[in-house]
């Protein structure tokens, strides 16, 4: 599977995949063009951003998975702004894409939770969008959402690495590890006044 998605005509489908993920975000946006195409160029912006951050690796995990500035806080922005349904497709856009730069894939049921299914939940931000203090929710159970899936990709897929310890321990700790990280930093800039303010007068202007 991996051998497969860093050769040609796996990078081929997966970039077929992530513009066809975009046009559904096109066609399931507003029913006003204007709100369509806005929704599209933000999803597109966020992807390449995401990728850009995704770069910037606080530390990187042996058996994959790394700590990155403020990659996931991207999509959810997205569902934020956009709805849940935008943020999901977005997030799976973003998986697929890091599985094919970065791709740690031992079967094809861990890369659908470690990638498409994990950064999809970044999307669910989107459902706590109109409520108080609503992206710094969202943002913790989308990430949430996200760990989970890597957790259970874990407990089933690299059982062999926990050694003697308790398998569902191990990824508990082993997951927690980055994804906590990045999510106490970008938690703390959500809490910023004027960049709270920022992202809510944005997702104003944009409805």
Excluded at 99 to 117: E, G
């Amino acid at each position: 599977m991996q051998d497969f998605l860093t050769s040609t005509i796996g990078q081929i489908i997966v970039v077929v995949s992530i513009i066809i993920l975009l046009i559904v975000i096109f066609k399931t946006s507003k029913k006003d063009n204007k709100n369509n195409v806005k929704a599209l160029t933000y999803s597109a912006i966020a992807i390449a951003i995401a990728f850009v951050l995704n770069a910037f690796i606080v530390f990187k995990m042996p058996q994959g998975g790394s700590a990155t500035l403020f990659s996931m806080l991207v999509i959810v922005l997205i569902a934020y702004w956009f709805g849940p349904k935008n943020g999901i497709l977005a997030g799976l856009a973003f998986g697929m894409l890091n599985a094919m730069y970065q791709p740690f894939i031992v079967h094809p049921i861990q890369f659908l939770l470690d990638y498409p299914l994990a950064f999809g939940m970044l999307g669910v931000a989107g459902f706590f969008r109109n409520q108080k203090h609503g992206l710094q929710w969202g943002y913790i159970v989308a990430v949430l959402g996200r760990y989970l899936c890597h957790v259970m990709s874990g407990i089933i897929f690299f059982s062999e690495y926990a050694g003697d310890t308790n398998v569902i321990l191990y990824s508990i700790i082993y997951n927690a590890s980055y994804i906590g990280i990045e999510a106490i930093i970008t938690f703390a800039l959500l809490w910023v006044p004027g960049v709270r303010n920022a992202f809510s007068r944005i997702k104003t202007n944009l409805n």
